[in-house]
């Protein structure tokens, strides 16, 4: 907060950088995901992948890997609204899935390929399942 003006600074690219690498990191750690995959997954190459890891406070993720931490945020946080225990929101993404566009995948196969496209769609798809319209 600015002394001068009482109002609060906004956030910069920097801090959402530093904030949502560490917590899409933790949210894919704890879906069981290997380094390779969270990788592919938050579309960073191997050697910023791990700098990052190392010490997270060097992160500087461009726009697009920003919308790719925002969706698993948003994947992360839906599921939470959705169940009631950790096991199952640590564990649904790797369930096998037989709705029409899982088609006997599970969500966490789909956002391995690393195409934003897949985790819009994995998103939309669970945000269904909180709002009690996924058939």
């Known amino acids: 907060m600015s002394e001068i003006s009482g109002k609060k600074s906004p956030i910069t690219t920097k801090q959402m950088s530093v904030a949502g690498f560490k917590a899409a ?9 290997e380094a390779a995959d969270a990788m592919k997954i938050m579309g960073l190459a191997k050697s910023t992948y791990h700098k990052y890891k190392a010490d997270p406070e060097k992160a500087n993720l461009t726009k697009d890997q920003l919308e790719r931490v925002s969706y698993l945020l948003n994947i992360h946080s839906a599921l939470r609204i959705v169940f009631d225990n950790q096991e199952n ?8 899935n037989n709705n029409a566009y899982f088609e006997g995948r599970a969500p966490i ?9 897949d985790l ?4 939309s798809r669970i945000d269904e399942l909180r709002s009690g319209q996924w058939s």
């Open 25 to 33: 990191n933790n949210i894919l750690k704890g879906w069981g995901i």
């Open 120 to 123: 819009y769609e994995v998103a």
């Open 109 to 117: 196969d789909v956002i391995k390929q690393g195409r934003v496209a």
């Open 89 to 96: 929101v640590q564990g649904f993404m790797n369930m096998i």
